[in-house]
């Protein structure tokens, strides 16, 4: 594991709720997690939906990448994020699982936040506002995350699940080039 984050490798993989051999799924997320990448539980008729999200070949550069525990009902305030952006704003894709194992099963809601309280600006990411809401997977994503040009942004988490299992979700903001 220390060689391929020495080596800035990163490990994203679309797992299917329904796998066909092997049953170590969990084992493909913690990797993924360690390398800052991203692992994804997915039924298989939304596997060629979802996989273009995470392919990162378009979106090679990662500006944000954080591993939240989270068990039960609850918020977090994350790290702040800062645009790299030189231009008066930047898209970005923002990514982040809502279960780390597959199928979903506890999942009830999760919101991520991010705010820039003197530019007044701010969205979120949610249970309505992924690109993929009908898939029932286990990533949220949009490819419409704005901010702007060299301002830190703060980020909150909310999170609702039915049980206390502890997981830990994985979010990802990666620079559109």
């Avoid at 939304?46 to 999200?53: A, D, F, N, R």
């Avoid at 923002?94 to 969205?123: E, V, Y």
Wanted: proline letters at 5%; hydrophobic letters at 35%.
């Amino acid at each position: 594991m220390d060689t391929l984050r020495l080596n800035h490798v990163y490990v994203s993989v679309v797992t299917s709720t329904t796998p066909s051999g092997g049953l170590y799924q969990q084992t493909m997320y913690d990797i993924a997690t360690r390398t800052n990448g991203i692992c994804v539980f997915e039924s298989d008729d939304w596997i060629h939906w979802t996989s273009p999200y995470i392919t990162q070949l378009d979106t090679p550069y990662t500006i944000y990448s954080l591993n939240v525990g989270v068990a039960g009902s609850g918020n977090f305030s994350l790290p702040p994020i800062k645009s790299p952006c030189t231009t008066l704003f930047c898209d970005y894709f923002l990514l982040m699982t809502i279960q780390d194992h597959g199928p979903l099963d506890s999942f009830q809601t999760a919101k991520l936040t991010w705010q820039n309280i003197p530019n007044n600006s701010s969205d979120s990411l949610d249970n309505n506002t992924t690109y993929l809401k009908l898939s029932n997977g286990s990533l949220f994503v949009t490819t419409a995350m704005s901010l702007d040009a060299n301002m830190s942004y703060s980020m909150n988490l909310d999170y609702d699940y039915s049980d206390t299992r502890y997981q830990i979700l994985q979010i990802r903001v990666l620079d559109v080039v």
